[in-house]
């Protein structure tokens, strides 16, 4: 069972895929190796955030983020999928490391300090 912690791959342009279509899900953390690329290439990851998906595909797709459009075209598309409740800090430390918040350990914008809350 996927929960907060799965990703969409998306599909790499070379292999004829220009539409950011999802693909199969992975859990975080889990190497992933997409077709035509090895383990050990650079990574330029880009995130946006407070971007609804579908309307980025729509503007990258009516040539209005042409920049956008290709990098995408070159490389693969990737959604992060976490709990609504859980605010953004837990998503960018996702994203960079590749495990959901009970791994990194980051729920929220804050770090509590036990000693400081008497």
């Given amino acids: 069972m996927y929960g907060a912690d799965r990703a969409v791959l998306g599909c790499p342009a070379s292999q004829g895929k220009r539409d950011c279509r999802r693909a199969p899900l992975a859990r975080l953390g889990e190497p992933v190796e997409l077709r035509g690329m090895g383990k050990h290439r650079p990574v330029l990851a880009i995130g946006i955030d407070a971007a609804e998906a579908t309307q980025v595909r729509r503007l990258v797709a009516d040539g209005v983020l042409p920049?956008?459009?290709?990098?995408?075209?070159?490389?693969?598309?990737?959604?992060?999928?976490?709990?609504?409740?859980?605010?953004?800090?837990?998503?960018?430390?996702?994203?960079?490391?590749?495990?959901?918040?009970?791994?990194?350990?980051?729920?929220?914008?804050?770090l509590w300090d036990p000693e400081r809350m008497a």
């Fill in 67 to 110: 920049n956008l459009g290709a990098l995408g075209a070159e490389g693969a598309w990737f959604d992060l999928f976490a709990h609504a409740d859980l605010g953004s800090a837990a998503g960018w430390p996702t994203f960079v490391t590749g495990t959901p918040p009970d791994v990194h350990g980051l729920y929220c914008d804050w």
